[in-house]
Nanobody, 119 residues
């Protein structure tokens, strides 16, 4: 089992910045993918960004150019730097990782951290 601990959420004015962090612990084999999803009130959870162990990175179109994902493989940590925040970025942000060993892949989710962007 892998446990995820998120931090860094909060309340910020539009145009501001926040940095989210997620630390993975437990029985880790190889964190093939680390990333972030978010869920706004009344909406489904949506993809934000992921970073593969080999460095490949993907972003949702809505955050490209504003958010930057990074990971520290030595410390099993992934960060999400969020700049130029907009009210529509408000939601609960969830860290998600895929741990893999051989052909077995397991997905884990954090409990989420609230991000609120005010006008």
């Amino acid at each position: 089992q892998v446990q995820l601990a998120e931090s860094g959420g909060g309340l910020v004015q539009a145009g501001g910045s926040l940095r989210l962090s997620c630390v993975a612990s437990g029985s880790i084999f190889s964190l093939s993918v680390m990333g972030w999803y978010r869920q706004a009130p009344g909406k489904q959870r949506e993809f934000v960004s992921v970073k593969y162990r080999d460095g490949t990175t993907h972003y949702a179109d809505s955050v490209k150019g504003r958010f930057t994902i990074s990971r520290d493989n030595a410390n099993n940590t992934v960060h999400l730097q969020m700049n130029s925040l907009k009210p529509e970025d408000t939601g609960v942000y969830f860290c998600s990782v895929i741990d893999s060993v051989g052909a077995k892949w397991s997905t884990y989710w954090g409990q989420g951290t609230q991000v609120t962007v005010s006008t």
